[in-house]
């Protein structure tokens, strides 16, 4: 099932989306699909870039750009979020205002880098239990995606996105660690 939430600047999308992701549905924003391009080129994200970018996306790709790259996360279950606070088990990530996730220790890869409260990742969704409003998320399942990523970046020639030789071992190292466990 998809639902569709729209409506003016002010009308309680935000606040409806949080009860829908609090009853365990998946959030897929298109300003994410903006904000996912900003981070690849490297810019920072204010109002001016994301015009930009999304006027860019929509004459490249024609108007349903922000739709057709959503299909993937509404499939794989990615959901983007910004760490709020970190425990000694694991960070708590906020999905949507108002609705926090637990990102367990055993979910992030061992060598990958440690999140830090602010940053902004995306999350493969491995569990929902509505009843006890709980949400879990991983880092690790989302191994094989990120060495997608990689490729295709460096396939496609990107500036400053492009991936180095590195960046693909890690993420292939990342998606043998996930495969162990």
Not at 23 to 51: C, I, K, P, Q, T
Not at 70 to 84: E, P, T, W, Y
Not at 141 to 154: C, G, I, S, T
Request: contains cysteine; aromatic residues 4%; charged residues 30%.
């Amino acid at each position: 099932m998809i639902i569709a939430i729209v409506g003016l600047a002010g009308s309680g999308k935000t606040d409806a989306t949080a009860r829908f992701i609090e009853r365990g549905f998946l959030r897929v924003g298109f300003n994410d699909r903006v904000y996912e391009e900003l981070a690849l080129r490297g810019l920072e994200r204010n109002e001016s870039n994301e015009r930009t970018i999304r006027e860019e996306m929509r004459a490249k790709e024609g108007m349903g750009v922000m739709a057709l790259r959503s299909i993937n996360a509404i499939r794989k279950g990615v959901v983007r979020g910004r760490v709020v606070r970190k425990t000694n088990f694991g960070a708590f990530v906020e999905v949507a205002p108002g609705v926090e996730a637990l990102c367990h220790n055993s979910e992030m890869p061992e060598d990958g880098e440690p999140l830090e409260v602010e940053q902004e990742h995306d999350f493969k969704i491995v569990k929902i239990q509505p009843k006890e409003r709980r949400i879990g998320l991983s880092l690790k399942a989302l191994a094989p995606e990120l060495e997608r990523r990689a490729v295709e970046q460096y396939r496609a020639g990107q500036p400053r996105s492009a991936a180095t030789l590195g960046e693909i071992v890690n993420a292939k190292n990342q998606r043998a660690g996930a495969e162990k466990s």
